[in-house]
């Protein structure tokens, strides 16, 4: 491989990793997953964000089957740290 095709690579390789962390950082907010405005997200509302609906056990710290707003605090906070 010449240096020219190398620096190529390197360049795709850069911007597909920003776009990459730029995608997750895009959590919605809780206000949009709330779409009922009863201040909870339920298992329905969870599955318009894959991370969510995935985890929503796990997610669901006070085990009362809704995610409130420290839990999904937690959540988002768990999403960019893994990254
Ligand atoms: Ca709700
Ligand atoms: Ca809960």
Redesign the pocket.
């Known amino acids: 491989m010449n240096k020219k095709a190398l620096m190529t690579l390197i360049a795709a390789l850069m911007i597909s990793g920003t776009a990459f962390a730029a995608s997750n950082e895009q959590a919605p907010t809780f206000e949009a997953l709330d779409t009922n405005k009863d201040s909870?997200i339920s298992k329905e509302e969870a599955v318009a964000m894959e991370e969510l609906a995935q985890d929503f056990e796990k997610?669901?710290?006070?085990?009362?089957?809704?995610?409130?707003e420290s839990?999904y605090t937690l959540v988002v906070n768990a999403e960019v740290e893994k990254k």
């Open positions: 909870v997610a669901d710290v006070n085990q009362d089957n809704n995610i409130d839990e």
